[in-house]
């Protein structure tokens, strides 16, 4: 599955196929539990065989809100001289109110995509119903889709030529037949959804690209 964004996203890279597809169906029917057994993806020893995704970062670029006028907003006290009240106040921000406000540098994507097996059709349309990929997309407009595309593709979204496409467990991965070296990352990860919730675990993942 390959999606075209037209504006920046804001992405976390163990976002996986079965996590977005469940954000989708939740969303849907708001019943979570249909949410997470629902997913229109094969699963092998309770890994959804759907990858991270997989993208290629660009340059950064400066994210900025947009966001309306509320009324807290008109109330004056809120800007008077803190001279007034008993000398200068400190404001920090760089959090607390302020904090969702704030500019963000993020890189620049203009493709992402992911692997996966299951009903194609039923992944792709519970894309498409997603108001945009990664954090802020309803609410501030960040990684809002341009299209989707799904085309076939010999895989199993988990992994290629030995290395993990996805979080999995240590031990399933080995169970596999697979070994933990330099092309896997490890890391104490949820490896199903919610990925929300639940104790994370030893879990293999894909390793980023070495910096040369």
Not at 14 to 19: A, E, I, M, N
Not at 89 to 117: C, N
């Amino acid at each position: 599955m390959t999606i075209q964004l037209r504006t920046a996203a804001l992405l976390n890279p163990h976002l996986s196929l079965d996590g977005l597809l469940a954000a989708a169906i939740f969303k849907r029917t708001g019943d979570v539990e249909k949410a997470h057994a629902d997913i229109p993806l094969s699963r092998r020893d309770g890994v959804w065989c759907g990858s991270s995704v997989q993208l290629e970062r660009g340059h950064s670029v400066t994210a900025a809100f947009t966001q309306a006028l509320r009324h807290r907003d008109f109330n004056s006290d809120r800007y008077s001289d803190h001279r007034k009240r008993g000398g200068r106040i400190t404001v920090l921000i760089a959090g607390g109110q302020f904090k969702p406000a704030l500019d963000l540098s993020t890189p620049w994507i203009g493709k992402l995509a992911f692997l996966g097996h299951g009903d194609a059709d039923a992944c792709m349309e519970l894309v498409e119903s997603l108001p945009g990929i990664g954090a802020k997309a309803a609410a501030h407009g960040f990684g809002r889709m341009e299209w989707v595309d799904v085309e076939p593709w010999e895989t199993d979204g988990l992994s290629d030529q030995g290395r993990p496409l996805r979080s999995v467990p240590i031990e399933t991965w080995k169970a596999w037949g697979h070994i933990v070296d330099d092309e896997c990352g490890v890391d104490m990860l949820r490896s199903a959804p919610p990925y929300w919730s639940g104790a994370p675990r030893p879990c293999v993942f894909p390793a980023p690209p070495a910096r040369r």
